[in-house]
């Protein structure tokens, strides 16, 4: 993730750990999907993602529906074409992890 913007997301990302709000996970294994407000610029939004969140043969031309909400950390499985889903949700209307 990019240094200016280090801190000013709400996931933090470090060499071990992957985490949002409470929740946290090996970063060894794990990695954060979302979308949120660029702190930096905010006509713009940041997304932080490795890739499509639907399968390949899901793929329509139009990226579908997004299916985990506005943010998602998942865990890589060796081998599956599909990471599994640790944790998701919706942001607020404050862009602010729901309680």
Excluded: H
């Amino acid at each position: 993730m990019d240094r200016e913007l280090n801190g000013k997301l709400p996931i933090k990302w470090t060499k071990d750990t992957v985490a949002i709000g409470a929740q946290s996970f090996p970063a060894s294994e794990s990695f954060p999907a979302l979308i949120y407000p660029n702190p930096l610029n905010p006509a713009k939004y940041v997304v932080p993602n490795t890739g499509l969140t639907i399968e390949d043969r899901g793929y329509n031309g139009d990226y579908g529906t997004p299916l985990w909400g506005d943010y998602a950390l998942v865990k890589a499985k060796v081998g599956s074409e599909v990471p599994e889903l640790l944790s998701a949700g919706l942001f607020d209307e404050n862009w602010k992890l729901q309680k």
